[in-house]
């Protein structure tokens, strides 16, 4: 089982020493050129940001019934960050590292007023304009998502998961074979963690609207997230818009906050904006309800 990408370079950074390359032979200006363009293909095919650059120059489209979904690592509970969420207006709204359950709940209140529906887990939370109907959890599965239906105000009803996966470990010394070993394991979790998740899924009815979203600890392309791929869609491929990397907040280095929604919901656009109390950004995802 291979390391996790956490550990390496992003996609678009390999475009580095291609411009390196290119420098070197800049006397030569023809092959300067030709590898200048052969890197920049390598660009424009394998990595996700150079598209999404491309999207966020556009103009958002528009839907008459459009929701809002918002997601943000709350960076160990803090309320000043889960309160990042209200200029957005959000429909729903999926924390993870949540701040406590009265917290959470004044959150609520204060988004959608009456309105406003939620649940607490020990790591993640949901809040939704609606009623929030809590699905039971098993031990293993509550330390880290949590599962309800919310029903909206006109009456749609939606699965909706907020999860964060195990994090992972900060060890660069590659050349030891612990390392490895630490690095395999987690991904091991992480994995399992997913299956949990993919069995939820796989209970739902083939019609069903379905959010997943929330603090992957991974960046895009990993293996255990084809588990979601056979229902469920990653957003941001599809719509993301701008400069779409989620952690540090600082230098957005890795997308590892990511919505995934079942066919029938719709991406319009997908951005991810800085915060000022969290050390990831707020992915903020508008959909359409097919």
């Not at 998740?197 to 009815?205: D, E, K």
Request: charged share 20%.
């Amino acid at each position: 089982m291979p390391a996790p990408r956490l550990l390496s370079f992003p996609v678009w950074i390999w475009l580095l020493p291609g411009l390196f390359l290119a420098g070197l032979g800049w006397r030569r200006r023809r092959i300067a050129r030709t590898v200048f363009v052969l890197w920049l293909l390598f660009l424009m095919v394998f990595a996700e940001e150079p598209r999404s650059l491309l999207r966020g120059l556009l103009p958002a489209p528009r839907a008459g019934e459009a929701l809002r979904i918002v997601s943000l690592n709350c960076a160990g509970g803090l309320i000043e960050a889960a309160r990042e969420v209200i200029p957005y207006q959000p429909d729903i709204v999926l924390l993870q590292e949540s701040p406590g359950k009265k917290e959470v709940k004044q959150l609520a209140e204060e988004l959608f007023g009456r309105q406003g529906g939620w649940m607490h887990g020990p790591d993640a939370s949901i809040i939704a304009r609606g009623t929030v109907k809590p699905y039971p959890l098993s031990r293993d599965e509550q330390v880290f998502f949590v599962h309800a239906k919310a029903i909206l105000p006109n009456g749609k009803q939606l699965e909706v998961i907020s999860l964060r996966l195990w994090p992972p470990i900060m060890r660069v010394d590659l050349w030891l074979p612990d390392c490895w070993r630490e690095h395999t394991e987690v991904r091991r979790t992480q994995m399992q963690q997913l299956q949990f998740v993919a069995r939820r899924l796989r209970s739902l009815p083939p019609n069903a609207l379905i959010v997943v979203g929330g603090d992957f600890n991974m960046p895009p392309g990993e293996s255990p997230l084809r588990l979601l791929s056979r229902r469920l869609r990653d957003s941001f491929l599809v719509a993301g818009a701008g400069w779409g990397n989620t952690i540090t907040n600082e230098y957005p280095f890795h997308r590892i906050d990511q919505i995934w929604l079942s066919p029938n919901l719709r991406p319009l656009q997908v951005r991810a904006h800085r915060t000022q109390h969290s050390d990831h950004r707020i992915v903020v995802c508008d959909v359409q309800l097919q």
